[in-house]
């Protein structure tokens, strides 16, 4: 029998290890797997580079991971997060390097990783600094950049519901970068807050089928707080 | 160089969202964003049906939750709570700013440090003293949108000009602003440069002209 159901948080994130590239879903405080992420942290792994829309986190475990040192590298579009100029700090001072990529480009890389397609030309931030050493070409008429997949090694995911075949579904907001990343990484760990029957998720209303899904951990700690 | 100009009495950021409001047309598909440009969404008349979409996955964008009225699970590109309208969709990323960089969405209405000219936007970083720099959607909907309004003011706070011949701050988007509404005038971007379309209520071309730092034509 299939169950990528595991028992605890703790199960759920071993093996991530120093170095390792990690996508984390969420934009805003909506869809942030935020106990993943706060185990995460506690694990004390380094050298990590974190592909995510929003990097610059108040507080949790985002937060702490950059606090203490974990991070390496941020990939990101909006690295800035009210209240909290922890990112532009470590930043300013060299501590962090940062892969700035406008939102459809970094959801556009995550998907093509996704979907096996190694690089792809787009018009976005042609002739600006954020094409700058990427090759260009012009296509239909229009300027155009070269830009690259992102894989990673994990991506740790936020769902509202979750079966045991790792089917999942997303709560309004908060499907944002969750099902692309889904399949954009070597190991895809979810935290689901309602877990469902088999068959429960009618098929038409399956958002990420189960197979880009390994581990799932029912954490049902309500609604996000801003 | 305000300083050696007579003082006029320019628009609010309310007026300038009214004023941009009252030009967008039924049916039309619109993303806001964040900032001033959200504030449009207040002026479109209840009898005319616009579809506001928000970057991070939603079409049917509606007003603000009423006090006590919060879903916990919807938000705009700016973090604030919003509702849906009946008719509304939600997709993820990728499907968003495919319908942005596809050229589905009629009109972007963006924030701006300066607008050239040529139509050339820069918004989203002041140069290399930026602390930490963001971008977020903007190079998206300047590339992709079909049309690209900027909502800004006519000048810094300091009376220096914001519409110039060539942007000084970095770029977002080349040669994509086809109209801009400030607190003084609504000017279109032309092959020929600025076209003044309108003035804030008592204001002349000249007024206007004094402030802009390219050459203002007529329309």
Redesign the interface.
Known sequence: MIDKFVPDIATAIAGIHDGARIMIGG????GLPNQLIDAVAETGVKELTLIA?NA?AAFGGLAMLLKTGAVRKVVC????S?GS?L??DL??DGKIE?E?????????R??AASAGVPAFF?????????AHGKETREINGK?CVLEHAIFADFALLECWQADRWGNLT???????????MAGAAKLTIVQAQHKVELGEIAPDDV?TPGIYVNRVVHVPYG???? | MSATLTPIKAMTREQMAARLAADIPEGWYVNLGIGAPTLVANYVDSGREVIFHSENGLLGVGPKPAEGKIEPWLINAGKQYITMMAGGSTFDSADSFGLIRGGHLDLAVLGGYEVAENGDLANWSTGANDAGPAVGGAMDLGAGAKQVWVLMDHTTKSGEPKLVTKCSYPLTALGSVTRIYTNIAVIDVTPKGFVLRDTAPGLTFEDVQARTGAVLHRS
């Open positions: 934009f805003g405080a909506i829309n610059g579009s909006y690295p800035r009210a100029t990112f532009e930043y300013r940062l700035l990529v406008p939102q459809g480009t970094l959801a556009e995550i998907r787009t018009p976005t931030a042609a002739g600006t600094q954020l300027l997303y709560r309004l907001a908060g499907r944002n970068f969750n099902p692309i958002m609604d996000p707080v801003l």
